[in-house]
C-alpha cells in the first residue's frame, strides 16, 4: 500500500514537473515580432500627433515633443500599471475639431443630401477651419508614415479624427468649386485627394489607421460619384484598382500580434491568472499556461489573416471564414489549456477587416462601370465583380440610391455600395 502511496506521489511530482516545460518560441513567430518593431523616425506620423497643435503652433513641433512625452512615459510604463500616464496637448489649446451637419456620418439617411444642399454654409465651414484643411493637404502629401511608438494596448494613438473632418472639409471645397462652375478643378481635387489617400493606406501600418485610409477614400469615391452625376461632369477617366499592397495587413497584424504576445508574457506564472487579487502559485499557474505555446499559438492566427490580405480577390472570396474549432482533448490544450482558450475568445476577429479593403476595391470597380455613362443603368447584369469570375451580382440599394455588389461576407456598412443618388 505504501509502496503505491509513493509511486502515486511519484508520478503526480513528474506530472507537475513535466507540465512547467514550455515550448520554444517559433522562429517564425519571432520574425514577424520583428516587423512589429517601431521605426526609427517618420516625419508623417510627427506631424500627425501634432495636428492638433493650436493656430500659432507648428504641428511638427508639437507633434515632436508629444512623441518625447509618451517615450518617457513607455520607458516608465510597466504591463499591470492601471493606466498611461503622459502629458498630452492641452485640449484647451488644441484646434477645434469640425462639428455640425456638414460633418454628419456618411451614412446617415440624409447625410449627402444635407452637404450637397447646404452650399452656404460650405463658405463658412471653410473660413473657420481653414487651417485645419491646410495642415490635412500638408500631411497628405508625406510619403514616409511609419508609427513610432511601441506596440501596446494602451499607448495613445495619432489624432486621426481630424484627418476624417479634414477629408470632409476637402469635399466640401471640391462642391463648392463645382457650384462656381469649376467642374474640371472640383474632378481634380478630389482625384488628387484619393491619390494620396491611397499613399496613406498603403503606408498605414497599424489596424486603426487601415480603417480610418479604408474608410476615407470609400468616402472620397462616394463623393466624386455623386458630384459626377448631379453636375452631369463628363468623365472617361478610371481610377485604379487596389494594389496587392494597399490591402496587406503583414505589418499591421505583427503589431496585434505583439501586443498578444506581450500579454502572455506577462501572464507567466502571474498569481492572478484565474483571478484578479488571486494568489495562486507560480508552479500552479504554469500547469494550465505557457507563454511560448500561447503565442506560437496566436502567431498562427495572425499570421493567417496577414496571408489571407495579400491573396488575389477571387481566391480571398473562396476562403473559409469560420473559426477553427478547439480541440479540448489535444495534447496541446492538456498543456496549455488557459492559453488556448485565453487564443480563443481574445482574438477579434479580423475577417471583417481584410474584407474591407477588398470591399473598397469592389466600390472602385463599380465607379469604373458605372459612372460616366449618360444615364444610369437599369439592367445591372453587365457589372463585373472583382470578387467572382461571372456577372450578375450587382444591384440597387433599397432606397435606389446606391449599386451594390454582392460579395463572400456580410456588409452591414455597405463598403460594396456606391452612391449614385442624393
Not at 61 to 69: D, E, H, P, S, Y
Not at 155 to 171: E, G
Not at 327 to 345: C, E, K, Q
Request: with cysteine; hydrophobic share 40%.
Amino acid at each position: 500500500m505504501i509502496k503505491k502511496i509513493v509511486i502515486g506521489l511519484l508520478l503526480y511530482v513528474a506530472a507537475i514537473l513535466l507540465l512547467q516545460i514550455d515550448d520554444d518560441l517559433n522562429p517564425e513567430a519571432t520574425a514577424f515580432l520583428e516587423r512589429a518593431k517601431p521605426a526609427k523616425q517618420s516625419e508623417a506620423y510627427l506631424y500627425l500627433l501634432g495636428i492638433m497643435a493650436a493656430e500659432d503652433e507648428d504641428p511638427l513641433t508639437v507633434g515632436k515633443q508629444q512623441f518625447a512625452l509618451i517615450q518617457q512615459a513607455e520607458e516608465s510604463y510597466t504591463f499591470w500599471d492601471e493606466n498611461f500616464e503622459y502629458e498630452g496637448y492641452p485640449k484647451e489649446k488644441a484646434l477645434r475639431l469640425p462639428e455640425g451637419e456638414l460633418f454628419c456620418h456618411s451614412r446617415d439617411e440624409h447625410c449627402w443630401q444635407t452637404i450637397f444642399d447646404n452650399s452656404n454654409g460650405h463658405k463658412e465651414a471653410l473660413q473657420t477651419y481653414a487651417t485645419l484643411l491646410d495642415r490635412y493637404e500638408a500631411f497628405r502629401l508625406l510619403d514616409d508614415y511609419h508609427t513610432l511608438t511601441k506596440s501596446s494596448m494602451v499607448a495613445p494613438l495619432p489624432p486621426v479624427q481630424y484627418l476624417v473632418q479634414a477629408n470632409r472639409l476637402l469635399t466640401l471645397q471640391a462642391i463648392t468649386d463645382a457650384d462656381k462652375g469649376d467642374l474640371e478643378q472640383a474632378v481634380k481635387r478630389l482625384l488628387d485627394n484619393i491619390s494620396a489617400l491611397r499613399m496613406q493606406l498603403k503606408n498605414a501600418d497599424t489596424l486603426v489607421g487601415e480603417v480610418v485610409f479604408n474608410k476615407m477614400l470609400s468616402n472620397s469615391i462616394d463623393v466624386l460619384s455623386l458630384l459626377i452625376h448631379e453636375y452631369n461632369i463628363p468623365f472617361d477617366d478610371e481610377i485604379t484598382p487596389i494594389l496587392s499592397a494597399e490591402h496587406d495587413l503583414t505589418t499591421a497584424m505583427s503589431r496585434e500580434f505583439a501586443m498578444s504576445s506581450n500579454l502572455f508574457r506577462n501572464l507567466d506564472r502571474n498569481s492572478e491568472l484565474f483571478k484578479m487579487e488571486g494568489n495562486s502559485p507560480a508552479w500552479y499557474a504554469r500547469i494550465f499556461f505557457k507563454p511560448n505555446m500561447s503565442i506560437n499559438e496566436a502567431f498562427l492566427a495572425y499570421e493567417n489573416i496577414a496571408a489571407r490580405s495579400t491573396l488575389e480577390q477571387t481566391v480571398f472570396a473562396d476562403a473559409d471564414f469560420e473559426n477553427v474549432e478547439m480541440s479540448y482533448f489535444s495534447l496541446a490544450f492538456v498543456r496549455n489549456s488557459a492559453g488556448s482558450i485565453l487564443n480563443n475568445i481574445a482574438t477579434p476577429q479580423y475577417a471583417q477587416y481584410t474584407a474591407s479593403l477588398f470591399d473598397l476595391n469592389a466600390k472602385i470597380t463599380l465607379f469604373n462601370q458605372v459612372v460616366g455613362k449618360a444615364q444610369l443603368p437599369v439592367d445591372l447584369d453587365y457589372i463585373q465583380n472583382p470578387y467572382y469570375k461571372t456577372g450578375g451580382t450587382a444591384y440597387y440599394s433599397d432606397d435606389g440610391k446606391s449599386i451594390c455588389l454582392t460579395g463572400p461576407l456580410e456588409d452591414e456598412k455597405k463598403r460594396r455600395c456606391l452612391r449614385v443618388k442624393l
